[in-house]
């Protein structure tokens, strides 16, 4: 597949032919329709976050706020067929465990597999920082 990676704080981004990842079992594969980039991807690439710059792995795929079908799903995922139109929004932090239902404005299969910890609508979870 294609990808923009960034190589390193203040590069020009570069297209590339990247492996396809394999979901695991609590996963889905999204083939990306649309892509927004956020501002924080620009502070990202451009390395003015300190907090982010010293636990930035490169190279780097950025992206997020994302919309596309899902291609493929992990052995444990029940809520999603291959198909589906999913979205997935902007996430602060996720523990990566829990799960967190979002609201859904297309489809009643509008839901995200990882809970954002720092949710509103549910007690925090460990924070993993």
Known sequence: MKAAIL??????LEIEDVPRPVPEANELLIRVEACGVCHSDLHIADGDWPQFTRITKMPLILGHEIA???????????????GDRVGVSWIHWTCGESLHRTKDYGSDRGRRL????????????????
């Open 7 to 12: 190589h390193g704080f203040k590069k020009t």
């Open 68 to 82: 596309g079908r899902v291609v493929e799903k992990g052995s444990n995922v029940r809520e999603f067929q291959i």
């Open 114 to 129: 990882r809970r954002v910890c720092e949710s509103p609508c549910e007690p925090r979870c460990e924070d993993p920082r």
